[in-house]
């Protein structure tokens, strides 16, 4: 007769388990997560400032990384008190 032994395989955590691990993970860093809609005129001004390249304005990435970028750069004063 042969045991069966127990899997080891933990579940996937659901959606909501991951949503609220994420949360708890930006809180622990001082971060918020926030949805804000920019206009085509902003982006336009990051790729005029040189923070998005023109060929990446449709990609949800690096506009992302655009807008902190200018962010960093418009508030970075704030963040070194």
Do not use: W
């Not at 809609?37 to 998005?52: H, M, N, P, S, V």
């Not at 449709?58 to 970075?76: C, E, K, M, P, T």
């Amino acid at each position: 007769m042969t045991a069966s032994s127990p899997t080891t395989d933990a579940a996937a955590p659901s959606a909501a388990a991951e949503r609220m691990r994420r949360h708890r993970q930006r809180r622990r860093y001082g971060l918020r997560c926030l949805m804000i809609e920019l206009r085509e005129t902003e982006i336009d001004a990051l790729i005029r400032k040189g923070l998005l390249a023109a060929e990446n304005r449709h990609d949800y990435d690096s506009v992302q990384s655009a807008f902190y970028a200018f962010l960093d750069h418009a508030l970075g004063e704030l963040g070194d008190a």
